[in-house]
């Protein structure tokens, strides 16, 4: 991954990743790591907390990444574009709120679904040119980090 050091024009951006993203979006990895560690070392008092953190942190942050899509779409004049973006950027915090009234088994089930299909709309994103070809970058390292937390999470849960 090519990680930018110093602004050097719009087509750098479009190609190399800033460094704030990559770190940022790294150390944005731990709130979903260890409430794993804790489940899987079995603490029992511990359980019921780790479970709330995974699943209310990844909820924030499906919110979150749905709504790159809408900051994507600030200076869109195609009304089309427009709508398809906005449209597609309220459905991961719709999800993502319907998982926090659930238990957190099948909450965090239906955010490893949502993350799955985020991806699937940044890559799409990206490949037309509606997002940097480094977010696509990030977005793939990201998404496998949260998922195999997720998952991780799920399997402990047996």
């Known amino acids: 991954m090519a990680v930018m050091t110093s602004p050097k024009g719009s087509d750098a951006m479009a190609t190399t990743m800033p ?3 990559l770190w940022l ?3 944005g990895l731990i709130p979903f790591i260890a409430p794993v560690v804790v489940l899987w070392l079995g603490w029992p008092a511990w359980r019921e907390p780790a479970w ?4 209310s942190y990844a909820a924030v942050i499906l919110s979150f ?3 790159i899509h809408w900051g994507a779409a600030l200076r869109e004049t195609d009304t089309g574009r427009l709508w398809q973006a906005m449209g597609w950027s309220v459905i991961p ?3 993502a709120w319907v998982t926090l009234l659930l238990p957190h088994a099948y909450g965090v089930a239906l955010l490893l679904l949502g993350f799955a299909a985020q991806y699937w709309m940044d890559r799409r994103a990206v490949a037309l040119g509606w997002l940097p070809a480094w977010y696509g970058q990030l977005r ?4 496998s980090g949260v998922a195999a937390c997720l998952a991780l ?3 402990q849960a047996g």
Do not use: D, P
């Open 93 to 95: 915090a719709l999800l």
């Open 140 to 143: 793939r390292v990201l998404t």
């Open 52 to 55: 709330a953190v995974l699943h």
């Open 19 to 21: 460094a704030a993203a």
């Open 65 to 67: 990444v749905g709504a």
């Open 153 to 155: 999470a799920l399997v």
């Open 25 to 27: 979006g790294g150390t």
